[in-house]
């Protein structure tokens, strides 16, 4: 049956951008469209409706250009030369986060934390706190844990940490779109209800450089997940694996550690834990122990989006 | 090798009088002495600079296109012969990658002007080696590295690689 040229998607709708994101994923052979025929065409059929320029049945990039310059969609980017670099973060320093896409993940060290975005629903805006270790079936396997918008104001410690990881700063909403040393770092975050939070400074999904003044969203926002007081929490090393330049794993004495210090923790119920020692809001003469669970559960790495590639 | 780096600052592949009064213009800050000698040393000559329409990946992991000025880049599909690519997108939105190749495209009217010298469009984290087979992808029927650049003030886009342009890399 004849296919309409341009719906490289096969959605039977009007062309749109997603038909050209359709055909550079396939050129690019990203995951769900290398073969052509994923969208239930033929190959014949596919490069049918691929080969927008010519009858040829011959297309390129030249054919997604083709499509984005006759549909005039809003989000459709510049391609502009990168005349410098941005600021780089030592790669191998555990404090670190560094972004991780699809292409990436299957690389990643043990025992770190890694960002990225997560575009299965068709959303750019799940991130998501990641690492890879060994399960409690001695398996290496994802562990990890969604990253919400945060938005609070009411910090309530303001101390000076000298480990790994630093307290939010008070003025933070002010700065969110210096690119600086915590952007690449967890933060934490101490309410003044004493709850605790985990938090992160990322590239934002949403931000989109040519969008208007009006509508134009933050460069940067600060996501988080939640942390709670583990203290009296008993940890075993069971099946976990310290990798190299990774966090390392709690060990008894971790009290006498410097506040702000990371340690990665395993319950005796196999529940892996990112923990960090922090004061306690409530006696800043004592330290507490905090931290959030990372579920091992199943995460198809194929969608974590490669809009995180870039510097953060 | 920049057309800068031969004394020709415009581009227009001649060493020629134009290029001393744009020396002349920055002297002392876009232009020194060893932009006199580069201009002294070709005075005179029309530059073999390669291809009009090329592709690299430079000393220090910029994967970068020439394209002349009477054109603009308005797409690119790099392909790389190892796998597990990584790379740094700061410039771009909309990047698309595979394990080894990287697609891109946009609009005719926000397009990268071409400048007839080499810019970066994005940037490797380690090293890797652009695939220069003449080969055409047997779906595509197009090589794993193209170009997709329109003609200015023109509407026809068009696919430009190792297959159809001198000198591609």
């Known amino acids: 049956m004849p296919h309409t040229k341009g719906d490289i998607n096969n959605d039977n709708k009007d062309i749109n951008i997603n038909d050209a ?13 290398s073969s052509g025929t994923e969208n239930d065409y033929t190959l014949a059929e596919f490069k049918e409706a691929a080969s927008c320029i010519t009858q040829d049945n011959v297309f390129s990039a030249a054919d997604a250009s083709y499509i984005l310059s006759n549909i005039k969609d809003t989000s459709n980017y510049p391609l502009a030369a990168i005349t410098a670099h941005g600021p780089t973060f030592p790669s191998t320093d555990y404090k670190y986060s560094p972004a991780v896409t699809s292409e990436t993940v299957s690389t990643i060290d043990l025992a770190r934390t890694y960002v990225g975005a997560q575009s299965s629903q068709c959303s750019e805006t ?16 994802y562990f990890w844990t969604y990253m919400k918008d945060f938005n609070r104001t009411d910090a309530k410690a303001n101390y000076t940490y000298t480990g790994d990881i630093t307290l939010l700063p008070s003025n933070y909403s002010n700065d969110i779109n210096m690119v600086d040393d915590n952007v690449n770092k967890l933060m934490i975050f101490v309410a003044t209800d004493n709850t605790f939070s985990f938090v992160k400074k990322v590239k934002n999904p949403e931000y989109n450089s040519t969008t208007n003044y009006l509508n134009q969203k933050n460069k940067y926002k600060y996501v988080y997940t939640i942390a709670t007081d583990v203290t009296n929490e008993s940890w075993t090393n069971l099946n976990f694996v310290a990798g190299t330049n990774s966090i390392p794993f709690i060990s008894s004495n971790w009290s006498s550690e410097n506040d702000g210090k990371m340690f990665l923790g395993r319950t005796n119920k196999g529940h892996t834990y990112l923990l960090v020692k922090i004061k306690d809001p409530i006696n800043a003469s004592a330290s507490i122990l905090i931290g959030t669970n990372l579920i091992n559960a199943t995460i198809n790495t194929n969608y974590l989006d490669s809009i995180y590639t870039e510097y953060l | ?53 090329m592709m690299r990946v430079d000393g220090t992991n910029n994967v ?16 790389f012969t190892g796998s597990n690519i990584s790379y740094n997108t700061s410039s771009l939105n909309q990047v698309f990658s595979g394990n080894h190749k990287v697609s891109h495209a946009v609009a005719t009217d926000v397009g990268l002007v071409g ?42 886009i ?10 591609f890399f």
């Open chain 2, 158 to 167: 068009l696919t430009k690689h190792t297959g159809n342009s001198t000198d």
């Open chain 1, 126 to 141: 799940n991130i998501i706190l990641l690492m890879k270790n060994k399960n409690v079936q001695n398996n290496d396997d």
């Open chain 2, 115 to 156: 400048t007839g010298d080499w810019q970066t469009v994005f940037t490797l984290n380690s090293t890797a080696t652009l695939d220069t087979s003449a080969t055409v992808n047997s779906i595509t029927g197009t090589p794993e590295c193209h170009l997709a650049v329109i003609a200015n003030g023109t509407h026809t």
């Open chain 2, 1 to 53: 090798m920049s057309n800068s780096s031969f004394g020709d600052f415009n581009s227009d592949n001649v060493v020629s009088l134009a290029d001393l009064t744009l020396l002349l213009d920055g002297w002392g800050t876009t232009y020194s002495l060893p932009n006199l000698t580069a201009l002294l040393d070709n005075w005179g000559q029309t530059l073999s600079l390669g291809g009009d329409f």
């Open chain 1, 21 to 33: 994101k359709w055909l550079l994923s396939h050129l690019a052979q990203k995951f769900t469209t």
């Open chain 2, 64 to 79: 970068q296109v020439k394209v002349p000025t009477t054109h603009t880049l308005v797409g690119f599909l790099a392909s």
